[in-house]
């Protein structure tokens, strides 16, 4: 599928959710395999459309998230490739068992789409935010986990896991008209991190909403002097070492994350960095360890210091 | 092309309405004019008049005429 500069806006304005009905469309395209199951999400995830020209493709399960995974694991078992979707925070913590069970250790290539992963719907509490599903989904053996890091590489990787025949958890984040951050088509391989930019004084390692977050963050930085790295760790598992590799010669290296500092990107690069005897500092930037009042989007961002300017103080301070 | 012809041709080729239907059309008149064609007519009028629209002012593009009134905002002259 062609992507064009009239598209990634349009993707933009949509938001990830509703890019994903749109990239919904093309999937029975590139597998024929294809079907799209919903926990009574097919409205936020904009596929009115798929379930208008697909309608033997399209199941609505109910708001029953864990039957949803049964069904559709049941579905994988016998060829199919079902695409879940429903929020993030009931699709991985809810549904932990059945993913570990019937997606992980059966090899059933189910791909899970959760919705408003990370802050997104924070206006509904704690219940809907989901900082924890990388945590809960990488502890599971050979589940790839893809965090993009706008709605273009969401419809990058939606249409690279069409083809793949893993488990894989589609981590979707943000809001609608979210900040573009790759303004052309290019080559997205599952697996393999993206240089964002060259920089040699500190490399950021960011994934899903904070790849943009980090790039503003590397400009101001820029401002002051330094030289900044970014990289678009758009795979959390498996996890591109090279890239990682590639960082080392940094003064600081950063993670950054719209997800707990416990058992996210964080997390699996510190378990990378742990037995090479030189390293330099990790930073670990993410939600911290606690709850927060219900709020918008940006409030919350801010209220775990993960806007741009945070970023870039909290950088600051642990350069020195 | 002036302004308002520009204007005129987005919203024909983006909804698929002549421009005959274009005074007094509203949001879901046409079936094109759904919450993804939105974006789309969004997407191409920022295209056409190079601009970046604000989420609040894309919400409130509830019309054809309330379009010409928040592209004016944007430095978009109809009177050329």
Partial sequence: MEIDRQKIRMYSL?????????????????????????????????LEYFRDQQPDKFINIGIAEQNL????????????????VAQASFATGRCFDQIKINMAYMHLGVKVVGLSAGLSIGQYGATHMSVE????MRCLPDIVILSPADCTETAKALMATAEDPRPTYIRLSGWMNC????????????GKAITFKEGNDIAIIATGPMVYNSIKAAEMLEE????????????????DTMAIDDCLSAKLVVTAEEHSVIGGLGSAVAEYLAPKAIKPPHLIIGTNDRYVNAGEYSYLQEQFGLTPIQLKNQILTNLK | MTNLEKYNQV????????????????????ELWDSVGHMTLVANLEDAFDILMETDDIIDFS??????????????????
């Fill in chain 1, 14 to 46: 949509l938001g990830s959710h509703r890019t994903f009905g749109q990239v919904a469309l093309e999937l029975p395209k590139i597998n024929e395999k294809v079907v799209v199951m919903v926990a009574d999400q097919m409205s936020p995830a904009g």
């Fill in chain 1, 69 to 84: 995974i049964g069904v559709a694991a049941g579905l994988a078992k016998e060829g199919m490739t079902p695409f879940v």
């Fill in chain 1, 133 to 136: 599903d990388v945590a809960l």
């Fill in chain 1, 179 to 190: 900040p573009i951050v790759y303004k052309k088509d290019y080559d997205y391989q599952i």
């Fill in chain 1, 224 to 239: 002051e002097g330094l030289s900044v790295k970014v990289v678009d760790m758009h795979t959390i598992k498996p996890l």
């Fill in chain 2, 11 to 30: 919203m024909c080729d983006s909804l698929q309405v002549s421009a005959e239907q274009l005074p007094g059309l509203k949001y879901q008149d046409v």
């Fill in chain 2, 63 to 80: 019309s054809y005429e309330k379009g010409k009134e928040i592209l004016a905002k944007y430095d978009i002259d109809f009177s050329k």
